[in-house]
């Protein structure tokens, strides 16, 4: 045999695009020896055994593969057959190419009109509702429906590029590194987002909602999910609230660096909590891309399935991501979780999860410590605006130590600064009630005498007075000199007349 059937890397030129030459080059590169040196008569069946005996490089992929006697016959037999073997042994096309015999016209017509009512959703999106309002007997394979979708140009309509800013990108001076937390509530991701569909408020405004989202690194589960019409820090308290209450206390606490994420009242409740704070740096969405990821899928799924929704509310649009989040997200494989779905990830993973307190405790952690001086004519220190009346058993301190929440004016705590213990809960002051003319008797602190001062004669006189005083008439009295005053004796003076 001769020396070149022996190569078995020769590839295509890299630049190859058409795997349909890539073939025809394959299959007249293997036959083309017996071409050239025809075998004598009695030994084509032997080489064609050595030729299936060897190894070939794909064309497509470049992985190893052979190929069968009755193959190479068959090649042997189309390339001696016509004067242009390349053209012979090129890959033939289906008889059955651009025929879809699985779509029918009824399904073919549900998926007409499924496009023209959502022509913002992707594939997969459209293939999981054809199942639920096809049968299945009716509904093909993903890839069969996506091949009708391309043949009838039902392309997915995307957002325009001038539109809302994309996020920002890595400018190249620090390396990006994906990472994954080996415990359940190592690490919570904690982000918001504005929405793509406009609500209706209570107010009757139509208003872009904003959704505030906790989510655990290891697992991917959400803890909690929720839209509100405005993102301030009541409202991320509400959230993160909620989703320690269902999930538990996570070590770690990662955000950006929005006026929420790290004002005073949300600092200090997880400070309180032993939750550890970390924030991204600015401008660097990718460092919390977990949460990015979501948001994508939020959108392309939860929001397309809601875009032709009439007067769509805040209530329902929560309650359609609760529905969503339970019964579809939690429950579905993902990629980067070994085939595994966050819910199955959360309950098998090992966990370094907390107990939450109730919800009592949980609001008065959420508040900031400030520092008031009490206003000793009424008792009485402004907080916001709104004055709060002390407790008489806190009249005689100066200067009090005071939690609250800027949302809340309605309650604070009076704590010691030493040692943060709430020493008593203060309420704004009522006028209306204390129109009603009744006051308490005043009640001195411990330690001081409340009998009234008795009066004092004679020599105790004396002895009452001031000991500077006492010292000043001595000094003078050592001088030896009379007062420098001239007496008036009033017995003898009459008054006078009116006029």
């Not at 929005?258 to 005073?264: K, L, N, P, Q, R």
Request: proline share 6%; net charge positive.
């Amino acid at each position: 045999m001769p020396v070149f059937a022996k190569v078995i890397d020769l590839m295509p030129p890299a630049d190859e695009l058409n795997s349909r030459d890539r073939w025809a080059r394959l299959r007249l590169l293997i036959i083309g020896q017996l071409l050239a040196a025809p075998p004598a008569r009695g030994e084509l069946k032997q080489q064609l055994g050595e030729l299936s005996r060897q190894t070939w490089r794909h064309p497509i992929h470049g992985g190893d593969v052979c190929f069968g006697v009755s193959t190479l016959e068959r090649w042997l037999a189309l390339a001696r057959r016509s004067p242009d073997p390349a053209t012979m042994l090129a890959t033939v096309p289906r008889a059955d190419a651009g025929r879809m015999r699985a779509i029918g016209a009824a399904l073919a017509e549900a998926i007409r009109a499924q496009y023209a009512a959502h022509p913002k959703w992707n594939i997969q999106l459209h293939y999981d509702n054809l199942r639920v309002s096809v049968e299945d007997a009716a509904l093909p394979s993903y890839a069969t429906v996506l091949r009708f979708f391309r043949s009838q140009g039902l392309w997915r309509q995307r957002e325009s590029v001038s539109g809302p800013q994309r996020a920002a990108v890595p400018d190249g001076t620090r390396e990006v590194r994906s990472f994954e937390a080996t415990h359940v509530g190592a690490l919570f991701h904690l982000d918001g987002h504005q929405g793509s569909l406009k609500v209706l408020s209570r107010h009757g405004e139509w208003i872009s909602p904003i959704a505030l989202c906790v989510i655990d690194d290891c697992s991917r589960l959400i803890c909690h999910l929720q839209w509100y019409a405005h993102e301030n820090t009541e409202c991320l308290v509400h959230c993160v609230s909620q989703a320690l209450q269902r999930r538990g206390l996570p070590r770690t606490l990662y955000s950006d660096n929005g006026s929420a994420m790290i004002s005073g009242e949300f600092s200090a409740g997880l400070h309180h909590l032993g939750i550890l704070a970390l924030t991204t740096k600015p401008r660097s969405a990718w460092m919390n891309g977990k949460q990015e990821t979501l948001w994508n899928r939020v959108e392309s799924r939860l929001m397309a399935m809601l875009d032709a929704v009439p007067n769509l509310t805040l209530a329902q649009l929560n309650e359609a991501s609760f529905a969503w989040t339970e019964h579809e997200y939690q429950i579905t494989v993902h990629r980067e979780l070994n085939d595994a779905t966050p819910l199955q990830r959360f309950m098998d993973a090992p966990s370094v999860l907390r107990d939450c307190p109730d919800s009592a405790t949980l609001a008065r952690h959420f508040r900031i410590e400030v520092k008031r001086t009490q206003r000793r004519s009424d008792g009485t220190v402004s907080l916001e605006g709104v004055r709060f009346e002390i407790p008489q058993l806190f009249g005689h301190l100066r200067e009090l130590t005071l939690r609250y929440a800027r949302w809340d004016r309605s309650r604070a705590d009076l704590v010691d600064p030493r040692s943060g213990i709430i020493q008593a809960t203060i309420y704004p002051l009522d006028k209306t009630r204390n129109a009603d003319g009744r006051r308490r008797r005043v009640t001195k602190p411990a330690g001081l005498s409340s009998r009234p001062v008795a009066t004092l004669t004679g020599a105790a006189t004396r002895d009452a007075q001031a000991p500077l005083m006492r010292h000043l008439l001595a000094q003078f009295a050592a001088t030896g000199l009379p007062p420098a005053y001239l007496e008036l004796d009033d017995s003898f003076s009459t008054p006078e007349p009116d006029a």
